[in-house]
């Protein structure tokens, strides 16, 4: 699979150890920040027909962004 979507449903899902693995992508430099903030809008575009809270996506994302800029 590709990271970018395995991101993106750890964003979805959004327990603390699929924060942990996402951060996990961006520090073995398997995805960026700024191409998962990309994937991640263009998701959110279409967030009904995946099922997506674009909110709670959203907000996780920028938690991700806080924990990896740390």
């Given at each position: ?11 979805d ?58």
């Open positions: 699979m590709d990271p970018y979507t395995i991101a993106l449903s750890k964003l899902r959004g327990f603390d150890t699929d924060i942990e693995d996402v951060l996990f992508l961006l520090h073995q430099k398997l995805i960026t920040f700024e191409q998962l903030e990309l994937v991640t809008a263009i998701a959110l575009e279409k967030a009904k027909e995946f099922a997506l809270v674009s909110a709670n996506v959203q907000a996780r994302l920028e938690e991700v962004r806080d924990l990896f800029l740390r």
